[in-house]
């Protein structure tokens, strides 16, 4: 798990990459550490390694697979900088799920006792920071599109696997996914998920936000976390994405 530095000038809620970037894509990835700021519980929820280090505190594998497909599409990219556990950046302000107690049978004990004032706090320095960064690199360009980069586990507890090595999230705007996912069901070695393994539709969620609100095109890519539990893994989803997405793009005319 990553620990804030005690000096809390060195701490930032949220990293870009590639900000002048030319390309018209945007790369996210909201989960993308397990880091808890030294102001959050004195650094610490309360939980196991083992627990921080698995997918309840962060989506595992995300952040390089997004790393790199900024690299592949010339694309500025932005990660959060803390642990969903310690509020969630894909959530509405007014989600229940923002601030989690329990997840996947464990209990959070930082959480626990967290009010009204200290979810406030979480907010000001560290949600909504992240969320302003984002506003501003979208509206860079008039024509960006926003490709979110998620992982999944295969299995939660006391719940069958999931078949699915890929998924494919969108709500109301599916001129990106159709095609996307027309050429990953083509890949004979994948089990392609369409709107799976969740929905797309979550109201006030970060794609909600930035793109479905400003009519720019979107998808949010779910993969499998032990299929990208290596910088080489990750580095070859990228690759394998980056003309798909390119070739939708086209395809979709947007």
């Avoid at 000038?9 to 990293?15: A, F, I, V």
């Avoid at 893994?233 to 997405?245: F, G, K, N, S, V």
């Amino acid at each position: 798990m990553a620990k804030e530095s005690n000096n809390s000038m060195t701490y930032q809620p949220y990293m870009i990459e590639g900000a002048d970037r030319p390309s018209r894509w945007l790369v996210t990835c909201d989960h993308a550490a397990n880091t808890v700021p030294a102001f959050v519980s004195g650094g610490d929820l309360g939980l196991a390694p083992e627990d921080m280090n698995r997918h309840i505190a962060y989506d595992v594998g995300a952040a390089g697979v997004a790393r790199a497909l900024g690299h592949c599409l010339n694309a500025p990219v932005i990660r959060s900088n803390f642990s969903r556990l310690v509020i969630d950046p894909n959530r509405g302000e007014d989600d229940p799920t923002l601030l989690m107690k329990l997840y996947d049978g464990t209990i959070i004990p930082g959480n626990r006792h967290a009010d009204q004032e200290e979810l406030e706090r979480r907010l000001n320095r560290l949600y909504r920071p992240y969320h302003t960064a984002l506003t501003q690199l979208a509206a860079q360009r008039t024509d960006t599109i926003i490709c979110s980069v998620h992982s999944f586990t295969r299995q939660f507890v006391g719940r069958p696997p999931r078949p699915w090595h890929v998924g494919l999230l969108y709500a109301v705007d599916d001129r990106l996914a159709r095609p996307l996912l027309a050429q990953l069901k083509d890949e004979e070695d994948l089990c392609v998920g369409d709107n799976e393994p969740y929905s797309g539709h979550l109201a006030g969620d970060a794609i909600a936000r930035h793109a479905i609100a400003h009519e720019r095109p979107n998808i949010l890519l779910e993969l499998r976390n032990d299929l990208i539990d290596t910088p080489a893994t990750q580095e070859a989803w990228a690759q394998r994405l980056a003309p798909m997405l390119v070739a939708s793009a086209e395809k979709a005319g947007v």
